[in-house]
């Protein structure tokens, strides 16, 4: 395992995806708990993909007061739980199970036509979760994105505002091709990130790990995943082969 150092953040490239779960679990799981005995409750903000989701079912082993435990999401698509794509269906079946099956998941998605009418609603809605929120792990595209912060999207500006007012926004993902089949998203804004107490970025394998690294040399309107050096001291990278 190396360990370097980026504006205060670890960056630590470990031997095995294993062993990425196994640290980022640990992690996890000690700042949840720790979360839970000093304000009686954790939050804990969740990203969809693929990467994440032997991390979810490791924690949902974890004895934790889950009870206690809002479960959040990083980005959603504008779709309904339980439809094709929906973050939070992949983080009930993943996450909400065993020990975890007693945490709380909040959605974000409203029944509204668009996201663009439901944000103003997610964001006081996650809002009084109390700020900052306590862990976040994100994960991260090919093309240099996290949460649903996309290149040459027309909305990445005002997600990654410093002085963004509002924890969520819509985002309008047309043409970018970390978004896939669903343009239409809803994402937590910079400042909601940047500002939680422990910040996560999972990004097993090398492709990712090249990824990433490269960003560091990058705007971050090309590579959005840089942003999340904001939170400094507060950030852990974990990377793997």
Not at 94 to 120: F, K, R, Y
Not at 222 to 234: C, E, F, Q
């Amino acid at each position: 395992m190396s360990d370097i150092n980026a504006n205060g953040a670890r960056l630590l490239n470990l031997s095995s995806k294993d062993e990425a779960v196994s640290v980022a679990s640990e992690i996890i799981t000690a700042e949840l708990d720790l979360a839970v005995a000093k304000r009686a409750k954790a939050s804990f903000m969740v990203s969809g993909g693929s990467s994440p989701k032997p991390l979810y079912q490791a924690l949902s082993k974890q004895d934790l007061l889950w009870e206690a435990i809002f479960v959040g999401l990083v980005d959603e698509r504008w779709v309904k739980e339980g439809e094709p794509g929906s973050n939070a269906t992949f983080i009930r079946e993943t996450l909400l199970q065993n020990e975890a099956a007693g945490a709380h998941l909040l959605p974000m998605v409203t029944d509204h036509e668009s996201a663009q009418i439901g944000a103003p609603i997610i964001s006081r809605f996650y809002m009084e979760l109390g700020q900052p929120f306590d862990v976040a792990v994100m994960g991260m595209g090919t093309d240099g994105h996290t949460a649903s912060w996309f290149p040459a999207s027309g909305d990445l500006a005002a997600a990654l505002d410093k002085n963004a007012a509002d924890l969520a926004m819509a985002v309008d993902a047309t043409g970018c091709s970390g978004a896939g089949d669903f343009p239409s998203r809803m994402t937590l804004t910079r400042p909601a990130v940047v500002s939680t107490r422990n910040v996560i970025l999972f990004i097993p394998g090398a492709a990712k790990r090249d990824v990433f690294m490269a960003a560091l040399d990058k705007d971050e309107m090309d590579a959005p995943v840089r942003a999340l050096l904001d939170s400094g001291a507060r950030l852990t990278v974990l990377m793997c082969d």
